[in-house]
Antibody, heavy 117, light 110 residues
C-alpha cells in the first residue's frame, strides 16, 4: 500500500525549533516530488514548498521562502519540514503530499503543530 | 484572499446534482491543469480529480471535472450524505511560480 506516514503532534513554545517528518512506503520514494501543505485552524490549504527526494531540488512558495526549510533523506525515504524559531502563527495542521502528474495523489495523515506564546 | 475563487458553500438534496465553481485567471486555470480535493470532517484531503477531468482509481464516476477558459467546475451527481465535505480546487500559477488552492467550498447535503 502506498502511504505517507507523518510524525506525531507537537506542542511547542514561541522561539523553539522543530522538525517534523514524513516517511513514504509502498513506492519508489525518489520517483515523486513531495510537498508540504499548511492548513491553519478552520482555514484552507496552502502549499508551502516541494522537494525532489532524488536530488533534493527544493522550491518554496513565495509566502514561505525563508520561513521554513524542507529537506529529504532518500536513504530512509523520509521528507522533513523544519522551523528554526516558531511563532504562534505557525499553529496549524501540516500535511505532506505526493505529487503525481498534475495533482497530489497521496496525503499523509497530518501533523498538528501547536505553538504557544 | 485566494488566487482561485470558490463559493464558500453549496447545498443540495440527496440524489440531486451539485456543481462547485473555481474561478481563476489566464496565468493559472487558463493555461494549466486543475485538480480537485475532498476533505471529509476531521480527515486529510484526498484527490478527486486531476488533469482537469481525470479520476484516480477508486473515485466513483459521480464526480467529474471540467474547465472553460479561466474557470473550472467540479460536478457531483447522486448526492449522498457521506459526500458532505470541504472541496478545494488547485492548479499551478505561472505568474506566481507557485501552486495555488482555492479557498474551499463546504458542501451540505440537505
Amino acid at each position: 500500500e502506498v502511504q505517507l506516514v507523518q510524525s506525531g503532534a507537537e506542542v511547542k513554545k514561541s522561539g523553539e525549533s522543530l522538525k517534523i517528518s514524513c516517511k513514504g512506503s509502498g513506492y519508489t520514494f525518489t520517483t515523486y516530488w513531495i510537498a508540504w501543505v499548511r492548513q491553519m485552524p478552520v482555514k484552507g490549504l496552502e502549499l508551502m514548498g516541494i522537494i525532489n527526494p532524488g536530488d533534493s531540488d527544493t522550491r518554496y512558495s513565495p509566502s514561505f521562502q525563508g520561513q521554513v526549510t524542507i529537506s529529504a533523506d532518500k536513504s530512509i525515504s523520509t521528507a522533513y519540514l523544519q522551523w528554526s524559531s516558531l511563532k504562534a502563527s505557525d499553529t496549524a495542521m501540516y500535511y505532506c503530499v505526493r505529487r503525481e502528474s498534475n495533482g497530489f495523489d497521496v496525503w499523509g495523515q497530518g501533523t498538528m503543530v501547536t505553538v504557544s506564546s | 484572499q485566494s488566487v482561485l475563487t470558490q463559493p464558500p458553500s453549496v447545498s443540495a438534496a440527496p440524489g440531486q446534482k451539485v456543481t462547485i465553481s473555481c474561478s481563476g485567471s489566464s496565468s493559472n486555470i487558463g493555461k494549466n491543469y486543475v485538480s480537485w480535493y475532498q476533505q471529509l470532517p476531521g480527515t486529510a484531503p484526498r484527490l478527486l480529480i486531476y488533469d482537469t477531468n481525470k479520476r484516480p482509481s477508486g473515485i466513483p464516476d459521480r464526480f467529474s471535472g471540467s474547465k472553460s477558459g479561466t474557470s473550472a467546475t467540479l460536478g457531483i451527481t447522486g448526492l449522498q450524505s457521506g459526500d458532505e465535505a470541504d472541496f478545494y480546487c488547485g492548479t499551478w500559477d505561472s505568474s506566481l511560480s507557485a501552486w495555488v488552492f482555492g479557498g474551499g467550498t463546504k458542501l451540505t447535503v440537505l
